[in-house]
Antibody, heavy 120, light 106 residues
Framework: VQLVESGGGLVQPGGSLRLSCAAS????????MSWVRQAPGKGLEWVSI???????YYADSVKGRFTISRDTSKNTLYLQMNGLRGEDTGIYYC???????????????WGQGALVTVSA | QSVLTQPPSASGTPGQRVTISCSGG????VNWYHQLSGTAPKLLIY???QRPSGVPDRFSGSKSGTSASLAISGLQSEDEADYYC???????????FGGGTKLTVL
């Protein structure tokens, strides 16, 4: 299993960016997939999830601005980020969820992260 | 909406036992992740007390009520990392992470 993010970079406030997370060793459509971010020197913050059935949910901080999606033909997860703000700056990780027992879900694989910098 | 509170820092000397608390979770189970500097987080404990294969038994977890704890015994220099608790929030339909605890091995 491998997750490789790409698409990070420097963007001006109000701008847009699309992150990609190429998956190998499993099918993104089968697992729940999330984006988790980490501001410089700060802790982890969950951003968004897409369920195997396609339902999506977002943290309040990004709702209405970010969109999570996947392309099963490319086995890739995406995060479209619009209306970017300085507080969106950080490393963005894609992470795979798996059930470790009947009721417990965990993030069992993480990508290496993509750095997003929002600055004028 | 759940808020998980962790102490910002903890420390110990090699061989010591340290504990990191995580308070405020609801009825869902707690997972623990650790993050070495400059790397992605890794799963350490799941379902409050369970260790994934490959995690040494020096690491243990517990939960009582709305408070969870991670204990590390026989502290080693390579345990120096950031530690995060996490739980699923049904009302948010998302994950909540604690603020993280930076463990320093003196």
């Amino acid at each position: 299993v491998q997750l490789v993010e790409s698409g990070g970079g420097l963007v001006q406030p109000g701008g847009s960016l699309r992150l990609s997370c190429a998956a190998s060793g499993f099918t993104v459509k089968i697992n729940y997939m999330s984006w988790v971010r980490q501001a410089p020197g700060k802790g982890l913050e969950w951003v968004s999830i897409i369920y195997s059935g396609g339902d999506t949910y977002y943290a309040d901080s990004v709702k209405g601005r970010f969109t999570i999606s996947r392309d099963t033909s490319k086995n890739t997860l995406y995060l479209q980020m619009n209306g970017l703000r300085g507080e969106d700056t950080g490393i963005y990780y894609c992470a795979r969820e798996e059930y470790y027992d009947r009721e417990t879900r965990v993030f069992d694989y993480w990508g290496q992260g993509a750095l997003v910098t929002v600055s004028a | 909406q759940s808020v998980l509170t962790q102490p910002p820092s903890a420390s110990g000397t090699p061989g010591q036992r340290v504990t990191i608390s995580c308070s405020g979770g609801g009825g869902n189970t707690v997972n623990w992740y650790h993050q070495l500097s400059g790397t992605a987080p890794k799963l350490l404990i799941y379902s409050n007390t369970q260790r994934p294969s490959g995690v040494p038994d020096r690491f243990s977890g517990s939960k009582s009520g709305t408070s969870a704890s991670l204990a590390i015994s026989g502290l080693q220099s390579e345990d120096e990392a950031d530690y995060y608790c996490a739980t699923w929030d049904d009302s948010l339909n998302g994950w909540v992470f604690g603020g993280g605890t930076k463990l320093t091995v003196l």
